[in-house]
């Protein structure tokens, strides 16, 4: 059959109508692919930075909830210390206003070299008792009236050797190589290591109540 012009036009037409579809499809499939890749990679870069943000946000919290936890054990410490302070001073007031008691010192020597003199005072031994200048006339007066009652009694006392160089109020009673030490510093840390374990439980009752 002989093919006409009409007939050869209407085919190229067709045949160009079709190739047309095709690249369209094509043209179409790629530019798809390529919009899911660039949304795919937008997706991935928003996850990327959302977890990174996630992660700093993380950090900084952890870092400030560190800081929080210094500030408060510093706090603390600081409010142990400032209490403990307190206390010392509260003790070292009163203690040295007992021990500045003239006649209450002379009675408390009085009862330690009765009771740590005893059996050296039959061996005739030497106590050595160390005041403050203060008080260093008025315990002389009686260790001299103790001397004497020791010579008018059945058993002589300890011979007593007082001194004026101690520094606080109290004293110090040396006999040989025993020493005991009646001092504000050493009854108000007496007192502290006493008071230390019911004292830091109301301090950690106090602490637990506030953060409660």
């Known amino acids: 059959m002989v093919e006409t012009i ?12 079709e190739a047309g579809k095709q690249a369209a499809e094509t043209i179409r499939r790629q530019a798809q692919a ?38 408060a054990r510093d706090t603390v410490l600081r409010f142990r210390q400032a209490i403990g302070q307190a206390v010392t001073s509260l003790l070292t007031h009163e203690v040295d206003k007992v021990l500045d008691d003239k006649e209450f010192l002379a009675k408390l020597i009085h009862d330690t070299v009765v009771n740590y003199a005893h059996e050296d005072s039959r061996r005739g ?7 403050n200048k203060d008080a260093l006339t008025a315990l002389t007066n009686w260790a001299l009236k103790y ?48 008071m230390a374990p019911n004292l830091r439980q109301v301090l950690d009752r106090a602490l637990a109540g506030a953060k409660s």
């Not at 031994?125 to 005041?131: A, K, L, M, P």
């Not at 007593?160 to 009646?182: I, N």
């Open 125 to 131: 031994g030497s106590v050595e008792v160390n005041v």
């Open 34 to 71: 390529e919009a899911e890749r660039i949304v795919a990679e937008a997706r991935g870069q928003a996850e990327r930075i959302v977890a990174q943000a996630q992660a700093q946000a993380r950090q900084s919290a952890e870092r400030q909830r560190g800081e929080l936890d210094l500030a």
């Open 147 to 194: 001397l004497a009652d020791g010579a008018a009694g059945r058993q002589p006392h300890a011979h007593v050797d007082l001194k004026g160089t101690l520094k606080s109020h109290g004293f110090e009673y040396r006999l040989r190589a025993a020493t005991v030490e009646v001092t504000v510093e050493s009854i108000v840390g007496l007192l502290k290591e006493q």
């Open 6 to 17: 009409e007939s050869f036009v209407e085919k190229l037409h067709a045949q160009g109508v």
